[in-house]
C-alpha cells in the first residue's frame, strides 16, 4: 500500500518535470506571431488581470516562462491556452514596476519542442482605476432585447450585474457616468418600459424625469461637473438609417440636439441660446476637470435625413460658473470640421485638464457606425491636435474614457472582427504619447470566440458602484419620479 | 391466471399505441417544429458551453436537453428523442406509483403525465429540457422515497430541494411536494409537520435567494423552466400538477385504506385527465405555424417548385404564408402572372416588418426575402435583429446567413467568427468548415456560384434609408442590375398592393422596357388598364405594351357591374375576385393576429 502510494506520489512530483522542456538548451526559431490576444510589447498596469491568451496555431502543450524583476512565472499547459494563476501574476506584475515581464513560449508540436523569442510586457508604475462599467448588447440596430451594464474588477475577471434586461426585460439601459470616475455619483437612463433617468447620490437613488417644457426629448449622453453639482445632458432626437451597401451598416442621426446642464440642487435645467441654438445641432457635452468650461461637438443643421452625410461637427467650448450656473456670451471653436471636411465627436478631457480625445469621421456624431471613425488627441495646452495612430485601426474606434490619473484610457473599437465592438486600453504618457494599446483581458481566452455581444460605453469607476439590480428596479418601476423644473432666473 | 396475462396486456396496449401515435406525430405531422427548435439553440460540446448552463437554474437538464435537441436537425430525430425520453418518463412514472403502493392498472394513470408533456411540446416554448427535468425529479422523489430511515430521509429531502432547484428548475416543486405528500400521509411522527414546514420554507427561500446569482425576477425564479420558457404557463406545469394529483390520490387511499374508494376516486379522476391532456393537445399544436415552418424548410433548400405547390396545397390566408407563396412565384417568374391568385395581405405579403411589435418567429424569417433579392445589407439588420430576439440570442440559421453576407460583403471577420462557432457543433460543422475555404479567398469566391452570384446583383452604390424605405432599395437594386428580374416584379407588385397605381405606372415605364412591343403579364395588365379606365392615363400612354383581348373585354365588363350596382363588391367577388382590380377596389386589410389559433386574415368585399 505505501509502496503504491510513494509510486503515485513520484509520479505526481516527477510528471510535471517530464513535460518541461529543456529551455535553456533551445534555440529560439523565430518571434512568437500566433498568439490571440495580441498582448506583445502592450504597456500594462501593475494592478491589471492577468494577460491570458491562447497560441493560434495547433499546438499539444505549452511551456511558458514569465519573468520580471522579482518573480518568475514556469508552467506548463496542455492544449493552446495560457491561463496564468492570479496570485502569482500579480505578484509578478507588482514586482516589476516600471520594468519588462520576459515572456518566453515553447510549444510542443507532435512531441517536438519549439522555442519562440521572448517577447516583452511593459509594466508600467501607473495604477488602473479599480473597475471598468460598460455595457453589453448584441450588435444590431433599432432594436435590442438582452443588454446589461455590468461593472468588471480591473485587478481580477470578477464582474457585478448593475442592471440587466432579465430583470427588467423590454428596457434599454444606456450612458451610465459617474462624477470624476467615482460612482458614489452615478446617472444612468433608462427606455422604453420603465424609462427615466436613474440618479444615485451619495447611496440615494432616485428617479427623475428630465423633460421639461422646454425641451423636446428626455435627457441623454450626461457628463458630470467635477463638483458633482451639475450634470450636462444632451437632448437628442434619433433616427436610425441604414446603409444599402459596404461595411457601414447603420448610422444614427441625430435630427436635431440641443445642451443643457442639470443643476441638482435646484433640480433645474438650464441651458443657453449657444447651446441650444435651432440652427445648430449641439451634442456630447463635456466639462473640463476645473469645471470652468463645457465642451462639446457642434454642426451646421442640414436637411436631414437626406443630407446626413453632410453633417460635420466641430469641437467647440463655452464657459461655464459653477456658482452662479450660467455661460459665456462666446462660443470657442478647438477643432473645427470646416477646415477639414471632418466630423469631431465625443470630446473627453482627461482629469488633469492636459489633454482631449475625439473621435474622427467623415461624418455625424456617433462614430461607432463609422468604420473609419478614430481616435484624435488634442494638447489643451497648444491646441494642436493629431491621430493616435498607436492605437487606432482599420475599424470603428468609439467611445473613450480616461482613468482618474489621466495615465490610462478605455476605447472601444471593432477591430476584432469588423462587427463586434469591445474593450481596449492604452497608457497615455505627461506628453500625450500613447502606448500599443491591449484588449480587456478574460479569463479564457476563447471567450471571445463564442461570446455573442458587443462591449460598448467604457467608463472607468476607482469604486464599486453601491447599488444592485433590484433596488434599480425597484425603484425604476415606482410611480414616484422627480420632475425636473425649467430654469428660473438665478 | 390467462386472465390476469390478457388483463396486464390490454392494460399495457393503450399505452403502446399512444407511444406509437406520439412517434409518427411528431415524426411525421409535427417534424418542422422540431427542426425549428433546433435552430433556436447551438449545443457546442465545449467547456464553456456547460458553464454558460450553470449561470441560470435547471443547468443540468438545459444541457442535456440542448445535447439531445441538436439532434431535431436530423429526420425523424426529433421524434426518436420525445419516444425515448417520454418511454423514460412513463417507466419512471410507473415506477413512482408501484412504489408508492399503487398496484391496480398502473400503466394507465402513469401516462397521463406523458400525455400532458407531449401536449406542452406541441409549442416551441416547451424545450425537451423541461422533459428531462421532470425525469430527474422524479429519479429523485424515488431515492428518496427509498430511503428507510426517517431521520436520514428528511435529511436528504432538505439537501435535496435545493439540488434539484439548480439542475431541474422549476420542477424541483413536484420533488417538494411529493416529500411533503409523503411525510404527511406516511409518517406518524409527532414532528411531521415540523417537517412539511421545512421543506415548503426551503423550497420557497432558495428560489428567492438565487435570484440575484440568476438575474432573474422573483416569479421567474419560482417557476423556472429554461431559457425559453421564461414566462411559465400553466400547461407547461400541467404534467407535473396532474402526477401531484394522482400521489396525493394513491397516498390519502392508501392512508384510509379503502379499496374501495380508490377505484372510485381513480375512475373519475383519469377520465378527466385523458379529456384534459386531449384539449392541450388541441390548443397547444399549432398547425397553421407547422405548415409554414414546412414551407419555410423547403424554401431554405431552394426548392421553390415545391414550396409553390405546398402553397397551393395549404391555401393558407395569412402574411408568412404569403411571404413565402410570393418569394416563390418571384423564384419561378411566376409572381405577376399569378400575383392576384393567391391571398394578398396588401405588402406586407412581400416584406415582413422588422421591429420589436413582431414576435421572434417572424423576425427570424424576415431576412430571406432580401437575401432573395440581393439587398444584403437588410438581410443583415433583419438576421442580425432575429439573433436579438431570438429566445436565447443564438441562433444556427441566422449565423448561417450572416455567414452567407459577410462572406458576400468580404466581411470575412465576422463571417470567421460565426464559423467557429458552428464548427463546434455536431450537425453544422461540415457546413461550416466548407464555408471557411471562402475566407480571405477571392479566387475561392469568385469559383462558388451563390457568392459571384449575388455579389453581381447587390446595390452598385450606396444610399441612406429608413427602415422599412422598401421602395427605394428595390429602385436600387434595378439600377445597380437591371437584370434582376426578382427585383423588379417585387418593386411593381410592391405598388400594385399598395394601390400606388402613379407609382405603379411610372416604375413599370421604367424598368420594364423592351425594344419590341412587349406582351405583359395578367397583373401588369390589369394595373395598366385600371389606370386607364380611372382616366389616369389613355391607351395611347402605353401603346408599347400589347393587351389580351379578353383582359379587355374583361375590364369593360367588371367596369359595367360595378357602375349598375353602386360599387358593391358582392356582385363582383364571384367572377372578378382574383382580379387586381378587385383587390385595388375592396382589399381591406384586416388587422392579423398573432399566435395560434389567431383567424386567418381576410381581405373582405365591402366597400
Redesign the interface.
Known sequence: MNLHLFAILLFVLVQPACNRPDIENLEPVSDCQDIFPDYKEVTIPPNIAPLNFRMTGECDRIYIVASGKNHKIEKGFSGNRIIFPEKKWQRLIDGSKNDTVKITICVNRAGEWTRYRPFSVFVGEDEIDEFLVYRNLMPGFQNWNQMGIYQRSLRSFKVKTVLDSRVMPGTCMNCHSFAGNDPVNMVMHLRENYGGTLLFRNDRLEKISTRTDKMFANAALPYWHTSAKYIAFSVNRINQIFHATGTNRASAVDLRSDIFVYDIERNEMITSPLLSAEEKLETFPCFSPDGRTLYFSSADMKELPGEYSKVRYSICSVSFDENSGTFGSVTDTLVSSFLTGKSYSIPRVSPDGGFMIFTVSDFGSFPSFNPESDLYLLDLGSKEYCSMDVINSDYTESYCSWSSDSRWVAFSSRRMDGLFMNIYFAFIDKNGNARKPFLLPQKDPDFHDSFLFSFNVPEFAVNKIGTNPYRIRRVARSKASVQVKPESSH | MKNQIKKRKADGLLPGLLFALAFVFFCFFYDHHLFFSEQLQIF?L?S??FISCLSKPAFLSSWTGDFLTQFFYLKGGGAFVILITSLILWLIVRELLLKTGYEKKVNLPSIIPVLLTWAALGSIHYPVSVLISFIMVIAFTLVYFRIRTERIRIITGAILIPLLYVLAGGYFWFFTFAIIVHVLFRSDEKARFIYIALFAVIAIIVPLLLK?FY???AWQSLTYLSEMT?RSRVIDYLPVISLIIILLLVFYEGKVKRQDNRSVLLVLILPVFYVISGLCFATNTDFRMEKILRLDREASRNRWERVYELSKKYGMRNRLSAYYTNMAMAKLGLLPEKLMEHYQPAATGLFIP???DEDFLTITLSNEVYWHLG????S??AA??G???SPR??NTRLMKRLVEI?VV?R?Y??A??YI??LA?TMFHRRWAEARRLLLYNEEECEKTGWVSEKRTI??????????GEYRL?LE?LIESNPGNRMAVDYLLCFDLLDRNLPAFVDNLVKYYRSDARLSLPQVYQEGLLISIASGRNTPEDFNQYIFDPENIKRIAEYIRIYDAHGGDGRFLEKDFGNTYWFYYHFAVMKQEKKGKNAPEDRITGSS
Open positions: 457546442m465545449t464553456d458551453h440575484g438575474l432573474l425576477t421564461l422588422v421591429n420589436a439587398d444584403v445589407n437588410s443583415q439588420h442580425l435583429l439573433m436579438i430576439f440570442a443564438k459577410n460583403n466581411e471577420g465576422v470567421e467568427k467557429n462557432i463546434k447587390i446595390p452598385a452604390k450606396d444610399l441612406l434609408r429608413k427602415e432599395i436600387l
